[in-house]
């Protein structure tokens, strides 16, 4: 039985289908050491190598009885968060899932980092609602040097979409970066709240939502969640 290399790719967790397409266009994966070509198939023995390391096969957790689909996504910059199939690099073409998912909130199309993709769609509400207190952790990079005026007014509050920001955590990280922490996701929240100071935003990372971080994942890979990740992110009863 052969497989496409690229779903053969995405299968093991390492990127995307799109992604591994674009390795494939780069001549970085081999197939028992000879350079593959995009269309490329695989048999159940070959050998497939990134970058001359070789690929390890997800782990399937089969003792769960999970019934939904719960992943972790490094989004890269140039992808946009919307499931409608018209929209060119839209996220889940990107990530080529063999079951139907759809993204958990948003990130803008000029930011990168992490963002929750599942199957259950009874669980969206509960972590994007900002009453509930969901925590999301961004790095961000600003034009010009950060000070303590424009931290203490940032996590003061801004007045953005004609409403307030809700208080949040900030911390300088380098002279031209620093750290936020929010429990709300409003429409390009961040870059508008810098720019009420001056600022203008030219990096933009998150790395945490609650108890899920970012860790090791690439640009373009995805993990599916661990069962410690979702009892800390999700009522026990939307879980499976």
Same mark, same amino acid.
């Given at each position: 039985?052969?497989?496409?290399?690229?779903?053969?790719?995405?299968?093991?967790?390492?990127?995307?289908?799109?992604?591994?397409?674009? *390795?494939? !266009?780069?001549?970085?994966?081999?197939?028992?050491? /000879? %350079? #593959?070509?995009?269309?490329? &198939?695989?048999?159940?023995?070959?050998?497939?190598?990134?970058?001359?390391?070789?690929?390890?096969?997800?782990?399937?957790?089969?003792?769960?009885?999970?019934?939904?689909?719960?992943?972790?996504?490094?989004?890269?910059?140039?992808?946009?968060?919307?499931?409608?199939?018209?929209?060119?690099?839209?996220?889940?073409?990107?990530?080529?899932?063999?079951?139907?998912?759809?993204?958990?909130?948003?990130?803008?199309?000029?930011?990168?980092?992490?963002?929750?993709?599942?199957?259950?769609?009874?669980?969206?509400?509960?972590? *994007?609602? !900002?009453?509930?207190?969901?925590?999301?952790?961004? /790095? %961000? #990079?600003?034009?010009?040097? &950060?000070?303590?005026?424009?931290?203490?007014?940032?996590?003061?509050?801004?007045?953005?979409?004609?409403?307030?920001?809700?208080?949040?955590?900030?911390?300088?990280?380098?002279?031209?970066?620093?750290?936020?922490?929010?429990?709300?996701?409003?429409?390009?929240?961040?870059?508008?709240?810098?720019?009420?100071?001056?600022?203008?935003?030219?990096?933009?990372?998150?790395?945490?939502?609650?108890?899920?971080?970012?860790?090791?994942?690439?640009?373009?890979?995805?993990?599916?969640?661990?069962?410690?990740?979702?009892?800390? *992110?999700?009522?026990?009863?939307?879980?499976?």
């Amino acid at each position: 039985m052969t497989t496409r290399l690229n779903k053969h790719i995405a299968d093991t967790g390492f990127c995307s289908r799109r992604e591994a397409d674009r *390795l494939l !266009a780069a001549r970085r994966v081999t197939v028992n050491g /000879l %350079v #593959a070509g995009t269309g490329a &198939v695989v048999g159940e023995d070959d050998e497939v190598r990134v970058d001359g390391q070789p690929l390890r096969a997800r782990v399937v957790q089969k003792s769960t009885g999970r019934r939904h689909v719960y992943i972790a996504l490094n989004k890269p910059v140039g992808i946009t968060c919307t499931t409608e199939s018209a929209v060119k690099g839209n996220i889940v073409d990107f990530v080529g899932h063999e079951q139907r998912i759809f993204p958990i909130g948003r990130l803008d199309k000029d930011s990168e980092g992490l963002i929750l993709m599942t199957s259950n769609g009874d669980i969206v509400n509960q972590i *994007l609602r !900002a009453e509930n207190g969901h925590q999301k952790e961004y /790095l %961000v #990079a600003v034009n010009k040097p &950060v000070t303590d005026d424009f931290l203490r007014g940032m996590a003061r509050g801004v007045r953005i979409h004609d409403q307030v920001t809700l208080p949040c955590r900030t911390t300088r990280i380098a002279k031209f970066g620093f750290r936020i922490v929010l429990e709300q996701g409003l429409n390009r929240q961040i870059r508008l709240m810098a720019a009420a100071f001056g600022y203008r935003v030219t990096q933009l990372r998150r790395v945490r939502i609650d108890n899920v971080r970012i860790g090791a994942l690439k640009p373009g890979q995805w993990r599916n969640l661990s069962e410690q990740e979702l009892r800390g *992110l999700l009522p026990q009863q939307h879980q499976w």
